[in-house]
């Protein structure tokens, strides 16, 4: 299968970094393509704004849906918008590599998903094109994240909650949103405090998981 | 008392624009105090990297929270992290202001909490700096945020779920986090399908709810 690994980790010698690098070997080793959106290397635009839209559909009153249908309808997205468009195309499994920072994406993960994951192109609510019939379907996509936080902090009853709750924005509201599979997310704790051997365990860990997909 | 509004919408004629006015205006009638920190106007970076840290500690090693509390320890974050930081220690209430993409902020928003709100500076977790010991205790924060679908849909039940449990990460593991007390949640819905009248009728319902704080 085609694979596009979406990673947002700003050191190359991350753990994100790390399991980024462990899914390409393994997954080309089991035969499948792998591409990499690499967002800090790429410098990738986070913001969402009106240099999105090439040729503005409405001068007058700016509305994100509009200009998103209307920049895909007619070609005429930035072009960074259209190279991930792409990619996302090509792909049947999207696996988003990033830390939790604040329970949630990294800001330039979240504008890689407010951009590129376009009204007309992941969904189309005029016409009821979400969940089981958005745009994206037949593909599935995994979240593999890690967190400083020991597992105990990020459970129900643990003072940050269940993780698995608050990343439901990612795997609910936008990966089943534009009608993606979810694959069970892989998750990594107590980053920062592991030593050498716990790490490799945590990579063979998540090789084991890669394998069995 | 000061208030400080972080604002993020791209559009000057926006829903999100017009409640930031009137809450300017509200408050100020009123006698606060009041700052915006328009993120789009002022192009806020919303990517945290290594250029915001001017002297890094580690450079063989980057880690985030790490280069924050030196940063924060030695005056060497970028300096408009440090501006933004300034006008958070000066606030009384913080308003977060911004239109629900994703289920979640905008990157520009995202992009501030990441940088601005940063360990040694919002928390610390070496020393159990957290939560009601946040080093924003004392403060109070408001978040105030528009959808386009429905009430309905972002319920408990509905296709979306509950959007409150969706903004947990913000209201509890943000500013609760922080130490800071969070204010009940005001919320426009169906943002797009509402004429002028209803339009005013929210910006109205906006007013009183600022009075009553």
Redesign the interface.
């Known amino acids: 299968m085609n694979v596009l690994i979406i990673y947002a980790h700003?050191?190359p010698?991350?753990l994100n970094a790390a399991l980024k690098d462990r899914a390409v070997s393994v997954l080309q080793d089991a035969g499948h393509m792998v591409k990499v959106s690499d967002l800090?290397a790429m410098k990738f635009k986070?913001?969402?704004?009106?240099n999105d839209f090439l040729k503005p559909c409405n001068r007058?009153?700016?509305?994100?849906?509009g200009e998103q249908m209307a920049g895909v309808r007619n070609g005429t997205l930035a072009p960074d918008i259209q190279a991930e468009m792409h990619k996302v195309k090509w792909a049947d499994l999207l696996i988003f590599q990033f830390?939790i920072?604040?329970?949630?994406?990294?800001?330039?993960l979240?504008?890689w998903?407010?951009r590129v994951?376009a009204q007309g192109f992941a969904v189309n609510?005029a016409e009821g094109k979400?969940?089981q019939e958005g745009l994206l379907s037949g593909k599935k996509a995994l979240i593999s994240t890690t967190a400083?936080s020991p597992p105990e902090f990020y459970s129900e009853g643990g003072?940050?909650?269940d993780i698995n709750?608050?990343l439901?924005?990612?795997w609910?509201?936008?990966i089943e949103?534009c009608g993606m599979e979810v694959v069970p997310t892989f998750y990594v704790f107590n980053v920062?405090v592991m030593d050498d051997l716990q790490v490799n365990a945590e990579l063979e860990r998540y090789e084991e998981y890669l394998r069995l997909l």
Do not use: E, R
């Open positions: 700003p050191y010698a991350s800090y986070a913001v969402l704004d009106q007058d009153y700016f509305s994100v849906p830390p920072w604040w329970s949630s994406t990294p800001a330039i979240k504008g998903i407010d994951l609510l979400l969940y400083g003072p940050h909650g709750h608050h439901m924005s990612l609910h509201n936008t949103f920062g």
